[in-house]
């Protein structure tokens, strides 16, 4: 996107932010951390002719609508294409039509998949235009992944393929990123009833493809045993770096972006994003991010935000290097 700041170089950043009506930082935050995929974004936006001309595609025309007004400092139209936004998504997850805190990584999950469900339509769309229509959300952050499961008696092995927009990480108190995303790849043994009469098998989960950005969801909430919703506070150890292997090859990842839950409680606190800056690039030496905490936006680096968020980092998004 092309952004004349001629008019105040250098401060047009502070007006990225996004105005909060009634607990809307879990929305605020996700459409941070998702314009900070600049590929991504540059992918929605370049194949305007086809979602323009298809009805049922206006949830991506109101994400066009919000990349359009990121650098403006207009308070009530921000507000109202971020409301318009919110009652699209909550048309088919009824639990956005409310007013109070959600969850951002079901938000961010509910924002995917309906976005990625509009490809089937608009490719049939593009063939008409005489164009090919290629699904961002596809393209960018979505997965396959391999789920084997082994008879420990008689060897007997079935095979699951399933693709995922974010995979789910169990919170490990102390360690790092890579080792959790390591410990969902372990095989475990699962109790399952075999046709030969054993009762055990080993599970194993193996990235099958790796996407161009990888989004990993720290599971930070967690049920009581009274059925009430309980935050987890333990800290983990960020690093810019991840390494993440398919069975076809190594990815090498950065550290692009990441979203915060602050606050102690299940169905409160407040959530904030800390992205790439938007004039730096994933390879800059020079560590600019910016921290998006609804409409204030400060400066911060990678560094800073790796150090500040381990009790807090829930959703974090891994651009590959190419
Ligand atoms: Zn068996």
Redesign the pocket.
Known sequence: MQVDDSQEPGHREMWLGFPNLAQFCYMNSSLQSLLTLRDFVTDVSRQETVWSSVPEAELIRSFMDIVRCHYSNDFFHKLYVLLLFKILISVQTHEFQDFSQKDAHEFLTSVLNQMGNLAPLLSETAAILGTTYICPVREHLVFKMQNTRT?K??G?SSVIFEEFSNLSLNLLPGASVQEMLQDILTETELEYR???G?NTSRQQHNFVTLPRVLILHVKRFCFTQFFKLKKLSHPINLHGELMVSSSQANGWYTLVSVISHLGHGGNAGHYISDGLHPKADVYDSADRWLRYDDLEVTETTRAAVCDQCKKTAYILFYQKRE
Do not use: G
């Open positions: 008879c008696s008689c007997f075999c046709d030969c054993a």
